[in-house]
């Protein structure tokens, strides 16, 4: 007796309910942050602010707990204001690196907005790239025990000797690259190598030497290519000048011979 390979419609149909079930539970959106506002990168010491808004709240859970944490020194406070059609309210956590608030649907909150103002931490450790970062303001959702993250808020920081050795080192970057120099590009990596021990006169002072050198070999290329620009343009004319010469003895011997 053959088997049939052909499923019945019943199991067919209970195939794709189970099918559209799990690509439902598998697309379903999470807490998202459509919009946050912070700078690129900031002095040490300098003040900072980012503002982040929460929307999509209660796509996973219809309760759960908001964390924040940051860190920025000398943090002035946390903001946190909720959105509802009734009206707004805004939560004050005053001086903490750290806070925590219940997001609850029969509250009505349809959006959340969280600021934070502090200033860029010292730099523990300096990285040329990609360039060190601190956080500025980490964001989390927590549900029972388990905790996921919402959105992670980077910057940028830097001193004084530290960002006149990075750029530097850029402007030594951009000049390597439009040359063959091994030297130049070697002098290069030793810069960075000594912008990431935080060693910035060195690193400042071999990022121009790795820039002059990388300067002068260009110039050398380009000293050579107009020489052999030019030796190509004198064999030119001289092939034509012979050329011009054979013709005319071949015109001049015609002549004679008629």
């Not at 700078?39 to 503002?51: H, N, R």
Request: charged share 20%; glycine share 6%.
């Amino acid at each position: 007796m053959k088997m049939s390979l052909i499923p019945s419609s019943k199991g067919t149909t209970a195939l794709v309910a189970l099918v559209i079930a799990m690509a439902a539970v598998g697309t379903a959106a999470a807490v998202t942050a459509p919009d946050t506002s912070a700078p690129d990168e900031a002095q040490v010491g300098e003040e900072v602010s980012v503002s982040v808004t929460l929307s999509n709240l209660y796509s996973d859970n219809d309760e759960w707990t908001l964390r924040g944490t940051t860190q920025l020194t000398n943090v002035t406070g946390w903001e946190v204001t909720k959105v509802r059609p009734a009206g707004n309210t805004t939560e004050e956590y005053t001086g903490q690196d750290s806070f925590e608030t219940n997001i609850n649907r029969a509250d009505n909150v349809t959006d959340v907005v969280v600021t934070i103002t502090g200033d860029a931490p010292p730099i523990e450790e300096f990285q040329y790239d990609p360039p060190q970062q601190f956080e500025a303001a980490k964001l989390a959702q927590a549900v029972g025990q388990g905790e996921s993250d919402i959105e992670t808020v980077q910057v940028h920081h830097y001193t004084n000797e530290s960002r006149q050795a990075l750029n530097a080192i850029r402007d030594a970057e951009e000049a390597v690259e439009g040359s063959d120099s091994n030297d130049a590009r070697n002098r290069l990596e030793q810069a960075k190598d000594a912008y990431n021990v935080g060693n910035f006169g060195n690193a400042e002072s071999i990022a121009n030497d790795a820039k002059n050198t990388a300067n002068e070999a260009k110039s050398s290329q380009d000293t050579m290519t107009l020489i052999l620009y030019g030796v190509g343009a004198l064999v030119v004319l001289a092939l034509i000048g012979g050329g011009v010469y054979y013709y005319r003895n071949q015109q001049d011997s015609y002549d004679k011979l008629r």
